[in-house]
């Protein structure tokens, strides 16, 4: 299968922003052969990372990167200029929302998350990198793979603060 390398940059400053980058993410994994369970983790990955960036960083950009190598992929890179994350590893947590671990699950109102979001990202991809740029702002790359290449490919990692 030859594979058209697709790159697409997104800036992301509202919500219907979001919904968007989920189906841009949609069309390159379609394209690069990708089964319907993955398409949808990828579309919801992409939503989660320009969601968080509108609610923490106001904008930011989303960047959609069709990857040939080591095996077929798709790489999402969430960058923006926002108060960063202080803990990451925590953020990864279920239960964790808005700066702290929520404790009581009947005190969830609408104002907060579930507390899911960053978790399922490192669920759903096969790589997440999250970094928080000194000079302010956060950087999270995730990559998904088409392959069994992932099965032996895990990563994850957090960058300094």
């Known amino acids: 299968m030859d594979i058209e390398l697709v790159q697409k940059c997104l800036t992301i400053s509202k ?24 398409i949808w983790e990828l579309a919801t990955v992409t939503s989660e990372l320009a969601t968080n960036m509108v609610k923490y960083a106001g904008s930011g950009c989303i960047i959609i990167r069709s990857l040939d190598s080591p ?10 200029q926002g108060p960063g994350i202080d803990c990451a590893n925590t953020a990864l947590l279920d239960g964790f929302s808005e700066g702290s671990l929520i404790k009581d699950k009947r005190f969830i109102n609408s104002r907060r ?3 899911s979001g960053l978790g399922s990202v490192k669920r759903f991809m096969d790589e997440l990198h999250i970094e928080t740029k000194q000079e302010g ?10 392959t069994q290449y992932a099965h032996c490919h895990e990563q994850n990692s957090v960058g300094p603060r």
């Open 15 to 38: 919500v219907s922003d979001c919904l968007w980058a989920g189906s841009q993410v949609k069309k390159i994994a379609q394209q690069l052969g990708f089964q319907n369970k993955q």
């Open 71 to 80: 095996a077929p992929g798709v790489e999402i890179i969430a960058d923006d």
């Open 113 to 115: 998350g579930l507390g």
């Open 137 to 146: 702002g956060t950087r999270i790359v995730t990559r998904k793979w088409r």
